[in-house]
């Protein structure tokens, strides 16, 4: 991780919006639904960088990337990991290894291993 963490927590959905096409759309129909929730509850909160991780990242666009086979996407996936494994905060760390790392390593580490970074392909060695 550098000194100063080039991605946020907070900034996460923005980073994501920016970083993969792929999400923009489910980032939208959150964000429509977030709206229509704030106003027939005024004061609901967004989703966290938890929820924008695990909906849209993990289980909106990288998990079907890997279970379609689509190395393209899955490997745009995987750089966003590593960027975010070298860059992000401590807290977003900690979101990426829950929401993220542990069903890499749990499922998908084969492909883990041929199609991630230095730091991913580093983590899937030591953990076998």
């Not at 709206?35 to 990288?62: L, N, Q, T």
């Not at 991913?120 to 030591?126: F, I, N, S």
């Amino acid at each position: 991780m550098s000194l100063v963490p080039a991605v946020r927590y907070h900034d996460f959905r923005a980073y994501l919006r920016r970083r993969l096409p792929e999400a923009r759309p489910l980032l939208a129909a959150m964000e429509a639904e977030e709206a229509e929730d704030a106003a027939e509850a005024p004061g609901m909160a967004p989703a966290d960088a938890y929820g924008v991780m695990s909906v849209i990242f993990w289980w909106g666009v990288f998990e079907p990337a890997l279970r379609a086979g689509d190395e393209r996407l899955a490997a745009e996936c995987f750089g966003i990991v590593e960027e975010l494994m070298r860059d992000a905060d401590e807290n977003l760390a900690q979101v990426l290894y829950i929401r993220v790392l542990e069903w890499l390593m749990a499922e998908w580490r084969e492909q883990s291993a041929r199609l991630g970074g230095e730091l991913l392909r580093d983590l899937v060695e030591a953990t076998s």
